[in-house]
């Protein structure tokens, strides 16, 4: 089992920035990649950033150039810096672990933590 836990939501006004934090612990031997994903009111969970364990990341082209993913070893932490906040990146945020992409079953996901741009 993984246990990922969010934190660093909060309420931003446009233009601003968050970082979230993302800290995995247990059997994170077997995690291949971490992914932040979000989740606005009445929209379906889409995919932010995703970051290897080799250090590849990607990125949706909504948050390209302004997001970054990034992690800590040392802390077993993933990290997403959101900058140039806009009122459409209002969503809850997840962070997601897993071995495969295809194997839905086996990933991990957090309890999620709720980020609201103001305009």
């Known amino acids: 089992q993984v246990q990922l836990v969010e934190s660093g939501g909060g309420l931003v006004q446009a233009g601003g920035s968050l970082r979230l934090s993302c800290a995995a612990s247990g059997r994170i031997f077997n995690i291949n990649f971490i992914r932040w994903y979000r989740q606005a009111p009445g929209k379906e969970r889409g995919l932010v950033a995703t970051i290897t364990m080799s250090g590849s990341t990607d990125y949706a082209d909504s948050v390209k150039g302004r997001f970054t993913i990034s992690r800590d070893n040392a802390k077993n932490t993933v990290y997403l810096q959101m900058n140039s906040l806009k009122p459409e990146d209002t969503a809850d945020y997840y962070c997601?672990?897993?071995?495969?992409?295809?194997?839905?079953?086996?990933?991990?996901w957090g309890q999620g933590t709720q980020v609201t741009v103001s305009s």
């Open positions: 997601n672990a897993g071995r495969y992409y295809l194997d839905t079953d086996g990933q991990y």
